[in-house]
């Protein structure tokens, strides 16, 4: 693919494409090298990006989404691997997702929550993953249950199954999982989709032309659908593998 002068200048000005990763998602960061590199499809589509400019990749780890995005004008990282959100687009440029995950509600099978809209009244409480993607998401659109944010997936799963909350959001693949694991809980329909991007600092268009075309070659030839299986992701996500 060729890449433009100003590609380079916008994406490296170091020579060296220092990327953002988040290492909270565990979809997109599955595992860790014996060096504690973090290994996944975020760290893979960053070392892409890098290897179609020619240059090294330095990966820059961050343990929570918001704290990677407040550092957009920081001149920590070049590219940041996160989710697109409304919020964070009146600060980031986004390119167009390689992954869409679903984010659902977990409830427990005797409340009576028959929509989604359901649960947004007084007396809910939601526990969520703070300033995920679909925190924000929530916090734009409810206005009546009270979100209870925690410092982790890992913790807000624990608030609801420790009864302190009577509404979990999260990501489909991880609440499939406590479905499976504990009896009595039901899952609620996807209440939005989470678009896990490459975020840049605003006033670089010529470079997120070039990632939306690496982005949409990578899955038109295969190249992220063969990553997620390579990571044991493909089942997790509900894609059907090749």
């Known amino acids: 693919m060729f890449v433009p002068d100003v590609v380079k200048q916008q994406l490296a000005p170091t020579g060296i494409l220092r990327a953002g990763i988040n290492l909270s998602n565990f979809l997109l960061v599955s595992g860790t090298a014996a060096d504690g590199t973090p290994q996944g499809i975020s760290p893979d589509i960053a070392n892409l990006v890098a290897t179609t400019l020619g ?26 691997n996160i989710a697109f ?34 649960v947004d009244r007084a007396g ?10 679909y925190d924000l998401w929530l916090t734009d659109h409810f206005s009546q249950a009270q979100i209870i944010r925690a410092s982790s997936i ?4 624990d608030l609801f199954l420790d009864k302190k909350v009577n509404v979990l959001a ?7 999982e406590e479905v499976a694991n504990h009896s009595g809980l039901r899952m609620m329909p996807p209440f939005t989709a989470v678009k896990q991007s490459i975020g840049l600092a605003k006033g670089k268009a010529e470079s997120i032309a070039f990632i939306n075309a690496l982005i949409a070659q990578s899955i ?4 992220i659908a063969a990553q997620l299986e390579t990571h044991g992701m493909t089942r997790k996500l509900g894609i059907e593998p090749h």
């Open 55 to 80: 240059l090294p990749c330095e990966l820059i780890s961050f343990d929570r989404p918001g704290k990677l995005a407040d550092a957009v004008n920081q001149g920590i990282w070049d590219i940041g």
């Open 85 to 118: 959100e409304a919020e964070r687009a009146q600060t980031l440029d986004f390119s167009h997702p390689y992954v869409v995950i679903e984010a659902n509600f977990l409830v427990r099978h005797d409340d009576d929550f028959l929509t989604n809209q359901d």
């Open 124 to 133: 809910t409480r939601i526990a969520v993953s703070e300033r995920s993607a």
């Open 154 to 157: 890992q913790a807000a799963h």
């Open 170 to 176: 999260s990501l489909k693949p991880k609440l499939l």
């Open 220 to 223: 038109e030839n295969g190249w």
